[in-house]
């Protein structure tokens, strides 16, 4: 007794017969669909490339300026020396010159 007779079709013919069964409409469809798909992925990976690459100069060139920067900046401080102390006005010196407190001096 055998039973009905199943025809083996291989994994890569697969797709082409599903198409195959179906109206030109779906056909049509599944192209364009396709199409749209692979659209999509190069548009994305072309950005993706492009906009990483154009992010990684600038990123270099910022860090470069930002290097440059402070360099001269600390060439500078090393000529100079230390700081000097900044001086400042007690309360006691704003009041004896006639001013409240908390208000300002006219100038």
Known sequence: ???PRVRHVRWRDRPARWLATRSL????ITG????????????GLVTYLVLSQTLLNQLDYQLQSAGGRYASCMEQK??????????????AATRRRGSAP???VPG
């Open 78 to 91: 090393h000529h100079e020396g230390p700081p000097r102390p900044r001086a400042s006005r007690s309360r």
């Open 25 to 28: 409409r779906g056909q049509l």
């Open 102 to 104: 908390g208000r300002s």
């Open 1 to 3: 007794m055998s039973g």
């Open 32 to 43: 364009l669909v396709a199409l749209l798909a692979l659209a999509c992925a190069g548009v």
